[in-house]
């Protein structure tokens, strides 16, 4: 008579690969779930690690990075003029963004302004509440270089072309969490702290006048579409084992940020003035 213990249970070879297969997906499952993910509804507000630490060496090494491309003077139109303008009108929208203040009461200021923003548009069933940390609103403007004037095809106006350039201190610093609705509703969250910044943005920019046979003349300008933008991101994902500056993550932001910019490449101003005038005469010709 055997003293061992009768087995009341002999799986097939079929029943034993999928219960091998359960076993292993179970132990993915608690892996991803217990070093990852963040389970509890109200996570603590400390878990969100700052990311940005080389905010002093950006500024510091800013003005090394703000060399021009070489140009000939003689072969362009001077756009040196238009730079200082363009410094002053940028510096315009940095202070009323803080409020006018200075300091780090304005630094304040402008972050709860971007975090009301950024709350306002995020996707409310995928993404966390989105805390901004910290911003630079940078201490630089675009500058424009290599004038020049594109004669149009018969009464069509001539178009002015230039090249632009930005390298600045610019950076967002940010926390949020991506989160799983299943098999529930926010089932799971996963923590994301990044930084943001701005290496450098380079295009070719054309400002085409407006016609003077357009019922409403507007001037407009257009990016080109072969624009060149760096960004630096650093990231940091998950809850207690931590993976940072996932290469894809970077490549998700700046395909988003090129996305934006190209959508939005071509800007009209409407002359000043000049709307009502179309709208009084289109009046006088229905009467």
Do not use: C
């Amino acid at each position: 008579m055997s003293s061992g213990f009768p087995l009341f249970f002999q799986p097939t070879f079929t029943q034993g690969l999928i219960i091998g297969q359960l076993s292993i997906l179970l132990l993915l499952g608690a892996v991803l779930k217990y070093l990852f993910l963040e389970s509890s509804k109200y996570p603590p507000a400390a878990y969100h690690q700052q990311v940005d630490n080389d905010a002093f060496v950006r500024q510091r090494n800013f003005q090394a990075r703000q060399t021009l491309p070489e140009h000939d003077p003689d072969a362009h139109e001077s756009t040196e003029w238009f730079n200082v303008l363009l410094k002053q009108i940028v510096d315009i929208y940095r202070s009323k963004l803080r409020d006018d203040a200075t300091g780090i009461e304005g630094d304040e200021i402008a972050r709860k302004r971007i975090e009301s923003y950024a709350n306002s548009v995020r996707p409310v069933g995928f993404v966390d509440h989105i805390t901004i940390h910290s911003v630079n609103l940078g201490l630089s403007a675009p500058s424009l270089y290599n004038a020049r004037i594109r004669r149009g095809e018969q009464d069509a106006p001539s178009e002015i072309e230039f090249d632009a350039s930005y390298m600045d201190t610019l950076s967002l610093s940010l926390s949020t969490s991506y989160l799983f609705n299943y098999p529930t509703a926010s089932f799971a969250r996963l923590p994301i702290s990044l930084t943001i910044s701005l290496s450098q943005f380079k295009s070719s920019i054309t400002v085409r006048p407006p016609s003077t046979s357009s019922p409403s003349p507007v001037l407009t300008l257009t990016i080109s579409p072969n624009f060149v933008l760096d960004l630096t991101t650093t990231s940091l994902m998950g809850s207690r084992a931590k993976l940072a500056n996932v290469p894809k993550l970077h490549e998700l932001i700046q395909h988003q940020v090129r996305r934006v910019l190209a959508t939005r490449a071509t800007l009209k101003i409407p002359l000043p003035g000049l709307s009502s005038t179309s709208s009084d005469s289109t009046t006088e010709t229905k009467s």
